[in-house]
């Protein structure tokens, strides 16, 4: 796994399915939560990350809008994103697309500029400071009414065009797609891209909806599709990208364990599938900690690792001219590797 580990790490990858608000390391929330005078808890970084036990998306949406809590300067929105680009830059991500939720934040008050502001100028210092490239995705919360996701993009207009896309988050069971069909298509009107959690936890249908209602450029999870089959052949079919997050998944309960995770099955129904972190500092485990335990549950190699890290740059909401030379990159380091180490070297499972 050793070489596989490494060449995981410098694989030039792509993650798109993120939450800014899943980044918050314990450390940094203390930090921000003793700055901006917010009340917690739990009595010491050790002990929230104790607290990371979850039976379910809602237990830990309970937790994660906790967290949301100590954020509330444009300062701290500027470290939250500034800290997780730092580190996806040290995994080897060369394109991070990244979900924000302002909802929690604007109705304890936090002026939208302070959310936005920081966040994209992250984003922007990220790309001059390292050469990352990130794109921030404005995530509505499907818990809250549609009128609440209009006010939403009202509020974010000003930034129209330094947003990368919009997105739907939050407690999925009891809030189908179908809620936001008239957001979307305004969104959709606006020439904005969009994707839509689908499929994590609520049934087949959720994700059939997200593609036909709202017509979506990305289904997030989307594991479930494959109850249906036939909606699996259809989005197989046209190629339709899903941001798979298969330790999240196994955090949640979704799944029993990763060996039990349906990434492969999947694969071999012909979706195009990209691995994802979703909350890495709440899971403690980052886009590359995914592949490696993906390496390994299910014994990929080095091409089909690279597959998956193509499939990501081109799901990227990124130029051709912007790609291109991600893509090349990655098929230079698969060539190298091969070159290097009989193939039979090359699996997740391989000196294990
Ligand atoms: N927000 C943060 N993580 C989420 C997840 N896994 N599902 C839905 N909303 C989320
Ligand atoms: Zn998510």
Same mark, same amino acid.
């Given at each position: 796994? +050793? ?11 792509a &993650?798109?399915?993120v939450?800014?608000e ?15 005078d ?5 009595r010491?970084?050790a002990?929230?990350?104790a ?9 830990f949406?309970?937790? *994660?809008f ?5 954020? #509330?300067? &444009?300062?701290?929105? *500027?470290?939250?994103?500034? $800290? *997780?680009?730092? #580190? ?13 939720? =302002?909802?929690?934040? +604007?109705?304890?008050?936090? =002026? ?11 984003m ?5 400071? $390292? ?11 499907r818990? #809250? ?9 009202d ?45 994590e ?25 494959? $109850? ?7 989005l ?6 899903f941001? @798979?997050?298969?330790i999240?998944?196994v955090? !949640?309960q979704? @799944? &029993? ?15 195009? @599938? ?5 909350d890495?500092? *709440? ?19 080095a ?17 051709d001219?912007?790609?291109e030379?991600?893509?090349s990159e990655?098929?230079?380091? !698969? ?8 193939? &039979?070297?090359?699996?997740? #499972?391989?000196?294990a």
């Amino acid at each position: 796994m +050793t070489n596989l580990s490494a060449f995981i790490g410098q694989l030039p990858k792509a &993650e798109l399915h993120v939450h800014l608000e899943g980044c918050l390391e314990a450390e940094l929330l203390f930090e921000l939560a003793e700055r901006n005078d917010v009340a917690l808890p739990w009595r010491s970084a050790a002990a929230l990350r104790a607290a990371y036990q979850f039976d379910d998306l809602q237990s830990f949406l309970a937790l *994660y809008f906790q967290g949301c809590q100590v954020l #509330r300067r &444009e300062q701290d929105f *500027y470290q939250l994103t500034r $800290d *997780y680009l730092a #580190r996806a830059h040290a995994d080897g991500v060369v394109r991070a697309e990244c979900f924000l939720g =302002p909802q929690s934040f +604007t109705e304890q008050g936090v =002026p939208i500029q302070a959310v936005i502001e920081g966040t994209l100028r992250a984003m922007a210092d990220a790309e001059r400071e $390292d050469g990352i490239s990130a794109g921030l995705l404005v995530s509505a919360h499907r818990h #809250r009414s549609e009128a609440d996701a209009f006010a939403l993009l009202d509020s974010v207009l000003p930034w129209a065009d330094q947003l990368a896309g919009f997105g739907l988050g939050g407690a999925e069971v009891g809030n189908p797609p179908e809620k936001f069909t008239r957001y979307f298509a305004e969104l959709h009107r606006l020439g904005q891209a969009t994707t839509a959690h689908a499929g994590e936890e609520g049934p087949a249908d959720y994700v059939r909806q997200a593609v036909e209602l709202l017509g979506v450029d990305r289904i997030d999870h989307g594991i479930r599709a494959l $109850d249906d089959p036939q909606l699996t052949a259809e989005l197989a079919q046209a190629k339709m990208p899903f941001t @798979v997050c298969p330790i999240s998944n196994v955090k !949640l309960q979704g @799944v &029993e364990s990763l060996a039990q995770h349906p990434l492969p099955r999947m694969l071999a129904a012909g979706l195009t @599938v990209t691995l994802n972190s979703d909350d890495p500092a *709440y899971f403690e485990s980052s886009l590359a900690d995914n592949y490696r335990q993906c390496a390994q549950a299910f014994d990929l190699d080095a091409a089909a690792l690279a597959g998956l890290a193509a499939a990501s740059l081109r799901a990227a909401f990124l130029s051709d001219e912007q790609r291109e030379p991600h893509l090349s990159e990655l098929a230079a380091q !698969l060539a190298a590797v091969r070159a290097a180490a009989p193939a &039979e070297q090359q699996s997740g #499972r391989a000196g294990a």
